[in-house]
């Protein structure tokens, strides 16, 4: 059967800081290099191996990839990167203290920016700090201003369709290093999470999520390899 393994990422600044992060691109702190180290590891012991692997434009996500490959002896394998495995784009929230956020805004407007399934942030100012669009990685990408949950499935999925089911269809072993809302759209297709329910799940830093299935690619086991 095919297998395959979602992580997050290990925990960046700006979780530390508890901002907004999005498509802005920050470190991975000691301790979320720390996860990613300890994921590889555990994934080492376990007997886990892999194919291909996939990962995001963004550093952190990265560093969480290539920190577990090292530790496993793996760091050869081939990786492809794609920014539709990028974060949800917080828009004009990116950057902002999410308690000082809530302060000003009040509690359940930012519970609705944050958890509901398609309503998207606020748009940037103009001039906002955290614009993208000087970036040379995204050279050629239609960057979003802001996306709800909903639209950030609207891109994971077709890229899931195109690139990594096949893979999985075709044999290989797969590994995922994105991101906290990227991975939710990946759960919410394979496990047929409803709208109302995929933005109350919780998907923690570094670690590894292992999915059996079938080879319809219908899961037949989600776990958490920690558990197991």
């Known amino acids: 059967m095919p297998k395959l393994v979602l992580i997050r990422h290990g925990q960046s600044s700006w979780n530390l800081e508890n901002r907004f ?4 691109d ?4 000691e301790l979320g290099i720390g996860e990613a180290r300890a994921a590889g590891e555990l994934m080492r012991e ?9 990962t995001s434009f963004q550093t952190r996500a990265i560093k969480t990839l290539n920190l577990a490959l090292e530790a496993m002896g793996r760091l050869w394998l081939p990786t492809e990167k794609s920014w539709k495995l990028n974060e949800r784009h917080y828009g004009g929230l990116t950057g902002l203290d999410k308690a000082e ?9 930012v519970k609705l920016w944050r958890r509901s399934f398609d309503v998207p942030p606020p748009l940037p100012e103009e001039g ?23 639209d950030t499935i609207a891109r994971v999925l077709p890229y899931w369709e195109e690139r990594i089911a096949p893979a999985l269809k075709d044999g290989q072993r ?7 809302n990227s991975l939710r759209a990946l759960v919410k297709h394979l496990s047929g999470i409803p709208d109302d329910e995929i933005t109350g ?5 570094g670690q590894p999520i292992i999915y059996e299935l079938d080879d319809d690619l219908h899961a037949t086991d989600r776990y958490y ?3 197991r």
């Open 101 to 109: 956020t809530a302060a000003k805004h009040g509690d359940e407007q």
């Open 128 to 150: 906002n700090a955290y614009d993208l669009a000087k970036d040379v990685r995204y050279r050629g990408v239609p960057i979003p201003q802001t996306e709800s949950l909903k």
């Open 174 to 180: 797969v590994l995922i290093s994105a991101h906290g």
């Open 26 to 29: 920050v470190d991975l702190t």
């Open 201 to 205: 799940l919780e998907i923690p830093t």
């Open 21 to 24: 992060t999005g498509w802005w």
């Open 46 to 54: 376990r007997g886990l191996d892999f194919d291909l692997t996939f």
């Open 225 to 227: 390899l920690s558990e």
